[in-house]
């Protein structure tokens, strides 16, 4: 593709931050560094992906911005979403045995809708740049901060992404008994043309007017709602027909994973020297040390 013509989109938590997740468990945010190499190496560099991010306030998010250097950024302080989510609510407070980030209870729609919102955000920059350039991208990726983006060098088919705007590409997974009673949209890695990014980032505001609960008001249900009703049941398309190994082999056929806390050692091989001691404070101070 032309180096133009790729986009990255960024989303989500960057610093590392305790937190509870959908199930009742409290983990911790992994580091971005080893995502951010696999990314540089894989992705940006080799297309001159143009990056733009959306992240909340934390120690390490002026380093984030700065090692990603993204076309466009923006760090935000924590929302409290309950205004949103309020008419959403059927449980309070979370049963932390319903293992879904479907459960339509305080603390899982407060994430949820951090998650969607931070999505909209970073698609909404990419569009703010489109616009003003002139031109739409016509590969999207779109994913967080410490997914585990491993292997070889990688090749965007351009056939692929010919004919009318709206393609959406993602990984389906089968269902998982006890779990997903269906096979479901893997919501941490997607890709697309601009329609379908800005598709997936119109989630946020379609949330309130989705109906179901448990799984079928997943993030994973919640995506594949938005996407169908932007772009049609027929936009979606496997991952891999757009974006594999240079050698053809497909290496997102499985659930994408994620760095968690002591997972593997962090990566800064891909970080400017300048910025390896400097994350360690606040976000002004990191500012302050870039002379920014």
């Known amino acids: 593709a032309n180096t133009s013509d790729v986009a990255l989109v960024l989303r989500g938590l960057s610093s590392p931050r305790r937190y509870e997740r959908f199930d009742g468990a409290t983990v911790t945010s992994a580091n971005w560094r080893a995502t951010h190499c696999e990314l540089r190496r894989r992705l940006i ?41 309020d008419r959403l609510i059927t449980t309070d407070p979370c049963d932390a045995s319903r293992g879904s980030t479907g459960q339509r209870c305080p603390g899982v729609l407060q994430n949820k809708l951090s998650m969607f919102w931070s999505l909209r955000e970073a698609v909404r ?39 009318a705007p709206g393609r959406f590409f993602g990984i389906v997974h089968a269902a998982t008994p006890g779990v997903h009673p269906r096979a479901f949209l893997d919501d941490k890695l997607f890709a697309g043309d601009s329609a379908g990014a800005r598709a997936a980032g119109s989630t946020f505001d379609l949330l309130a007017t989705m109906d179901g609960d448990g799984f079928e008001f997943s993030n994973h249900v919640n995506l594949e709602t938005a996407i169908s009703r932007a772009l049609g049941p027929d936009a979606f398309r496997p991952l891999c027909a757009a974006l594999r190994l240079a050698d053809g082999a497909c290496p997102f056929d499985v659930v994408s994973g994620l760095y968690r806390e002591g997972d593997e050692a962090p990566v800064d091989a891909c970080v400017p020297s300048g910025l390896r001691d400097a994350v360690s404070g606040r976000v002004a101070d990191v500012w302050a040390a870039l002379g920014r």
């Open 45 to 85: 560099d080799p297309f001159g992906a143009d990056a733009f991010l959306h992240t909340w306030a934390g120690d390490e998010a002026a380093a984030v911005v700065a090692a990603y250097a993204p076309v466009a950024s923006r760090v935000e302080a924590q929302v409290d979403f309950r205004p949103h989510y």
């Open 125 to 163: 920059l990419m569009s703010e740049h489109e616009a003003a350039r002139g031109r739409a991208y016509a590969f999207v990726v779109n994913t967080r901060f410490d997914l585990k983006f491993p292997g070889g060098p990688l090749a965007v088919d351009r056939g692929a992404l010919g004919g």
